[in-house]
């Protein structure tokens, strides 16, 4: 569990990244942080894993103060930056085990535990001797989420963790995600992939200049009325209109694609019913689940 308790923050004097951040992230819950860029995601989780330290008030790791009990507090945080911090003229195999040994991990311990992480995520033994630089990114990501969790912390953060991975490296992080939320572990993850996301994430943050927005569980945003496909053999300039009534509409070649507003329950019947009395033949009428990027990213975030 992490608790973030009237945070703020600034590089600078004249410019302040983060203002009066206030969340617990509980155990046993993944979260998605999202935002535009520069909203400041990236820096709430160096502040989270203790790379930046809060101008003003705490982040508490599992009740310890990371500021005040820095030791005990990291040995529960796991980090998966953005960027690989290795020396990249080394092997991958012998920084990774010697990074465990940080954690009071024994050589054997730490041994059996990056190589077991590192054939779980796919990436084989023959490229463990090889220098981080000869590495591929989708490789370098896979020994970015061994180093993040070497230590089996009960608070694992990750910054587009899904950057870089084929097909089969998101289904072995997704799974390892979701087996490290079903035991009892708080796992926090900002990624610009929201559909991946979307499909594990039990709560969602929004975070725009610096202030925390909106926070909302994945099951109530997909309650609401998502986008709804709309096709009629017979379109006209009146099309448009009478569509708009019921949310923003676009025309997306033979399809209009009506997103309707948060607030306003739009029912599919409603609208053929409308259609069919302004004499529209109506060929077809789906409509998709309220993503991320409707919640957050259509302007209706009051």
Same mark, same amino acid.
């Given at each position: 569990?992490?608790?973030?308790?009237?945070?703020?923050?600034?590089?600078?004097?004249?410019? $302040?990244?983060?203002?009066?951040?206030?969340?617990?992230?509980?155990?046993?819950?993944?979260?998605?942080?999202?935002?535009?860029?520069?909203?400041?995601?990236?820096?709430?989780?160096?502040?989270?894993?203790?790379? /930046?330290?809060?101008?003003?008030?705490?982040?508490?790791?599992?009740?310890?103060?990371?500021?005040?009990?820095?030791?005990?507090?990291?040995?529960?945080?796991?980090?998966?930056?953005?960027?690989?911090?290795?020396?990249?003229?080394?092997?991958?195999?012998?920084?990774?085990?010697?990074?465990?040994?940080?954690?009071?991990?024994?050589?054997?311990?730490? $041994?059996?535990? #990056?190589?077991?992480?590192?054939?779980?995520?796919?990436? *084989?033994?023959?490229?463990?001797?090889?220098?981080?630089?000869?590495?591929?990114?989708?490789?370098?990501?896979?020994?970015?989420?061994?180093? &993040? $969790?070497?230590?089996?912390?009960?608070?694992?953060?990750?910054?587009? *963790?899904?950057?870089?991975?084929?097909?089969?490296?998101?289904?072995?992080?997704?799974?390892?995600?979701?087996?490290?939320?079903?035991?009892?572990?708080?796992?926090?993850?900002?990624?610009?992939?929201?559909?991946?996301?979307?499909?594990?994430?039990?709560?969602?943050?929004?975070?725009?200049?610096?202030?925390?927005?909106?926070?909302?569980?994945?099951?109530?945003?997909?309650?609401? &009325?998502?986008?709804?496909?709309?096709? #009629? /053999?017979?379109?006209?300039?009146?099309?448009?209109?009478?569509?708009?009534?019921?949310?923003?509409?676009?025309?997306?070649?033979?399809?209009?694609?009506?997103?309707?507003?948060?607030?306003?329950?739009?029912?599919?019947?409603?609208?053929?019913?409308?259609?069919?009395?302004?004499?529209?033949?109506?060929?077809?009428?789906?409509?998709?689940?309220?993503?991320?990027?409707?919640?957050?990213?259509?302007?209706? /975030?009051?």
């Amino acid at each position: 569990m992490i608790t973030l308790s009237d945070i703020n923050f600034s590089y600078n004097s004249k410019k $302040t990244v983060l203002k009066g951040i206030e969340k617990k992230f509980s155990s046993g819950r993944i979260y998605g942080v999202v935002g535009p860029n520069g909203a400041g995601k990236t820096t709430l989780l160096n502040l989270m894993s203790g790379i /930046n330290t809060p101008r003003s008030g705490t982040v508490e790791v599992d009740g310890y103060n990371i500021v005040k009990h820095r030791a005990d507090a990291l040995m529960r945080v796991g980090f998966m930056p953005d960027s690989l911090y290795l020396d990249y003229e080394r092997p991958v195999l012998e920084q990774l085990i010697y990074f465990g040994t940080f954690y009071n991990m024994t050589y054997r311990e730490s $041994t059996e535990r #990056v190589t077991k992480l590192l054939t779980l995520f796919g990436l *084989p033994s023959e490229f463990w001797k090889k220098q981080v630089k000869t590495l591929s990114l989708g490789q370098k990501r896979r020994v970015g989420i061994t180093m &993040a $969790t070497v230590h089996n912390p009960d608070n694992i953060i990750m910054d587009e *963790p899904y950057n870089g991975f084929d097909p089969f490296g998101m289904k072995a992080l997704t799974d390892f995600i979701l087996e490290e939320r079903d035991k009892g572990k708080t796992v926090i993850i900002s990624s610009h992939i929201l559909k991946e996301v979307q499909t594990i994430a039990d709560e969602f943050v929004y975070i725009e200049l610096g202030k925390l927005l909106k926070s909302k569980d994945t099951a109530e945003i997909e309650k609401t &009325a998502g986008k709804i496909w709309i096709r #009629v /053999n017979n379109p006209d300039d009146s099309l448009m209109t009478i569509l708009s009534k019921f949310g923003t509409v676009r025309r997306i070649g033979p399809e209009y694609e009506l997103t309707p507003d948060p607030d306003n329950n739009v029912k599919t019947w409603d609208i053929n019913s409308t259609l069919v009395s302004e004499k529209y033949h109506v060929e077809s009428i789906r409509q998709e689940k309220r993503t991320i990027e409707d919640e957050f990213f259509s302007g209706k /975030n009051n």
